[in-house]
C-alpha cells in the first residue's frame, strides 16, 4: 500500500461515525450468556478478547467463565443496532431499555455501558 493510500484509509476510519448498539456473549459450554451496549458495538469484541486474554476484564462473571473455559467456548455477536440519525440524547436510555429486553429474551446477564 503506497504511502498516499494508507494516509486516505487511516483518514476514513478516523471519520467513520459511532455505532451504538447492542452486543452479546455467550458460553456454549455452559449456556451462560452476557448482553452488554456500547457505542463501538463493531469493534466491541477485539477489546473485551483482549482483556479476557489478560485476565483483566472488569466483567467477573464473564472473567470467571473465561477463566473456566477454553475461548473457542465463547460466541460473540451484535444483537442490535440504533440508527445513525438517532436522536444523541436519547441514545444510552434507548440502548439500557433494549439492552434489558435482550436480557429477559435470552436469560442473560446484563453488562455494565461500554
Not at 50 to 57: I, P, Q
Not at 74 to 98: H, I, M, N, S, W
Amino acid at each position: 500500500m503506497e504511502r498516499q493510500d494508507r494516509r486516505a484509509a487511516v483518514a476514513a476510519y478516523k471519520e467513520r461515525p459511532p455505532a451504538w448498539g447492542l452486543f452479546a456473549i455467550q458460553c456454549t459450554a455452559t449456556g451462560q450468556a452476557w448482553v452488554g451496549c456500547s457505542r463501538h458495538v463493531h469493534t466491541q469484541k477485539n477489546g473485551l478478547w483482549f482483556t479476557l486474554r489478560l485476565g483483566s476484564s472488569p466483567f467477573t462473571a464473564l472473567q470467571a467463565a473465561w477463566n473456566a473455559h477454553e475461548e473457542a467456548d465463547f460466541r460473540f455477536e451484535e444483537l442490535d443496532r440504533l440508527a445513525t440519525d438517532y436522536p444523541a440524547l436519547g441514545r444510552v436510555d434507548e440502548l439500557r431499555k433494549r439492552q434489558k429486553l435482550w436480557t429477559e429474551r435470552l436469560q442473560a446477564q446484563a453488562l455494565p455501558f461500554a
